[in-house]
């Protein structure tokens, strides 16, 4: 898990500068505050009880006043156009240019598509590094927002408009974030996984995502894909390669080279598939996901399907 | 109506003037004292439900409150400690004191007074009746559409949510009228708005605050009852609504309402610092101006709740500049109490402890506030934990640690009876130091990534025992709050005898008795300056002698 301090991007960096401005100047008007606080309090501390004497009435300082109000006036000039040059390098306008990826925010998981594939991840979303990407974002259904902390800015996702970041990853690796917006229930458990890959790596994972999911060989497989085919999981989710399209919950085409599942909440393995399916609220309230009653020779079937789906 | 007799009771808990007494009130001063227990009564719920909270967050994926329940607390939280807690508690003092402190008997209404009161209290109960009646409001302080739509929220939590809110929204656009008329219509001859207590002042700005934020609110809250029981599309966007409506209404409001809640304390402290220090309160036009400057500027930055929902650079960056501008006047505010203090010869009461400490603990939260107002940082930082360190150290740090200095200070007046001051340090340093150790850390817990509102959190270094110390420091703040009750109640029962003027202050609420009569003043004493009850003890050094020789004192 990076932090704002941890730059991934070369955007993080320009921010990183900002940040780093303006914990100094932060710093310096915190200590002459404390500074002035503590000295004064020292000082001035009424000690001698019997005396009673008033110290001088002094009241207002005309040139005082207005070096008081000038230091301020300047900081924030200087820190506005900071802001304003930093904003306008890190988040220009998108224009037409087409997105890396396209994320839709869902209570409670994310959903990335390709443009140009067909291919969908669900909460692992996988980019190219050297490249400076336009991540554009919606939302299904309320308002989600997406942030990895080490490639900076945030994008609130929001039903009938498209936002847009930029990123331009440094190197390959893991990058975690997590959606920022309440967004009900379980708001807890949206996180992000961003997988970066070298180019040649990533054109490599983009061929195999793009096939259609594996065949399922051994007959427990073979008996879990004809139970999701017809138990309505397919009405719901997409396993491109079969007759399931269903868009309302994560594309599963290749969950099983997933390394986590239910946007965070688990490791992705056998018993924790198992258990989702035996009991979707028992691992996540209010997810989205309706509890079937299988047998457990059902769930062990289609627990060996799904994790067959590399 | 049972009317009072002779001398007020103040803060008593003698039954001997009877509870139909008290309820039937039209006396500023004891429906400011039920303000003021209303403010306590709700703070110790708000506490209550932030402390099961912490516990929930001690540790990681702890599954001791479980989702729904602390999306319900941490929304009762927020809602009642800003609705229920601070908006009473301010118009507690200031129903309390503005009468006084201008040298009149009464409100210009007193019976809006009761019904304002009484329109509050109600709110409040009835949000909190959705517990019973099938669940609280669970979408969050601001509530965000179209999470609190129907088809998101379907439980009627959101509907008291409306109804709550908007009776008390009546009740405090009705008080603040009421406060504007007794300001401007209701000052003792001599009290030029030039003569006016800093604190008469703020109240005066947050009051003309409250009438123009109030009505974008309580629209707001109308619509959203309109689309959830009647199906109307302001907010929903698969009907045609606008998810972002929603924001803009309830921030046109919102952002005021953050000065609406921290002008008061500047007021308080205004009239604390000079006290304590035995010197007038330095700049005092100056201190007035930004007042009223932030009091306008506050209309113009709510956006700056919105950089992260994709306005376009442009409009981000010009509400950048507008809020980081009310940095300015706000800074001009803690360098003229830290002026105040220089020179003076200050006694360190727990009233000025607080105020001393809020210059600090204030200044804090101003700065990670202007970070907010820069638009690249506040796109890293905004809903993380940094926001919730932000705006405790504003809102405990600064109107809290004003209220508090106030309530100290005030105290002795309201009951006619002191604190004990020994106790009272202790409260202080529990306070501070429970209220530092659990906001500090949230500062680093933003900056790590941790999303705010979340019921739990994955085992990542670091965030478990970042958050563990939060939670300890939470339960300080909690035992401190207890200590105060006792503190307060045991005071009430056999404090020592204050007499009119403890604190030897300058202001005409001194000038007559612990606790008032009920007509408050049989004779008020001339007014020609800010500091009127000094100049008529000390007439040989009397403010309004000494423009010429006194550089820049104010006063005719
Ligand atoms: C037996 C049939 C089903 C199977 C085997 C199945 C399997 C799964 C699996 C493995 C996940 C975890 C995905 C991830 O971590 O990205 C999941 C999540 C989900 N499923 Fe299903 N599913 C089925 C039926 C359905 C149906 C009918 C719906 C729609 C009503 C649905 C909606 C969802 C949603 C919304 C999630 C995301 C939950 C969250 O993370 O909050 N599923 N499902
Ligand atoms: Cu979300």
Redesign the interface.
Known sequence: ?????STATVEAE??HT??LY?IIA?SV??LT??G??TY??LK???RDHD?H??????????K??SV??GI??LM?LA??F???N???A??P?AGDSVPAVRITGH?WWWQASYPGTDVQTANEIHLPIGRHLLIEGTSA???H?W?V?SF?????V????H??VWATIKEPGVY?????????????WM?IRVVAHTPADYERWLAAAAQPAAEPTDRLAQAGAQVFARAACSSCHQIRGTAAHGQQGPDLTHFGSRETMLA?LLPNNESNLANWLRNPQALK??AHMPRFIFAPDTIRALTAYLAGLK | MPEPVEALPGLSLDTDQGLLQWISSVDHKQLGIMYLWTALAFMLVGGAEILLIRIQLAVPRNTFL???MY?ELFTMHGTTMIFFVAMPAIFGFATYLVPLMIGANDMAFPRLNALSLWLTIFGGLLMYFSFLAGGAPN??WFN?A??NGYN??SQPGIDYYCAGLLLGGIGTVSASINLIVTILRYRTAGMALHNMPVFVWMMLVTACLVIAAFPSLNAALAMLLLDRRLHAHFFE??DGG???LWQHLFWLFGHPEVYIVILPSFGILSEVFSVY??????????IVGSGIAIGLLAFGVWVHHMF???L??TA??FF??SS??I??PT??K???W??T????????TTSMMFA?SF??EF??GG??G??FA????D??????YFVVAHLHYVLIGGTLFGLLAGLFYWFPKMSGRMLNERLSNWFFWLFVVGFNVTFMIQHVLG???M????????D??GWGTLNLLSSIGGFLMGAAMLLLVYIIVQALRSGPRAGADPWDAYTLEWTTTSPPPLQNFDRVIPVASVRPFRDFK?PH?A?HK?VGK?????GK
């Not at chain 1, 929001?158 to 408009?161: A, F, H, K, R, V």
């Not at chain 1, 975690?176 to 807890?188: D, K, L, M, S, W």
């Open positions: 898990m990076g932090s704002i301090f320009r921010l900002l940040d303006f932060a008007v915190l505050v404390i002035a606080t004064f309090s001035y501390r009424h005396d004497a008033e110290p001088l009435q002094t009241s207002s300082n005309l005082l006043e008081l109000v301020p006036a924030v820190f506005f900071l802001s304003f930093t904003t306008k890190v988040l306008p209570q259904d309320v308002i927002d942030w902390p900076g800015d945030k994008m609130d929001i039903p009938g408009l936002n847009h975690e974030g997590a959606c920022n917006e309440f967004c009900g229930q379980q708001h807890a996180r965070g309230p209010g | 479980g989702p729904e999306n979408a969050g965000y179209p999470l998101y929220s966007v698969h606008s998810a972002l220090s035995r010197k007038p309160v330095f700049g005092y036009v100056f992260a929902v994709g376009g650079n981000n960056n950048a500049a980081m501008l940095g300015v800074g001009v803690v360098f003229n830290l002026a203090m220089r020179g003076g010869s200050i006694r360190f001393t210059l600090v200044t804090i700065l990670s202007i970070a820069i638009v690249p940082i796109l890293q930082l905004t809903d993380t900056t790590l990534g999303p705010r509102r979340v019921y739990t959190y994955p990542l270094p000390m050094d403010d000494e006194r550089k820049g004192i104010y």
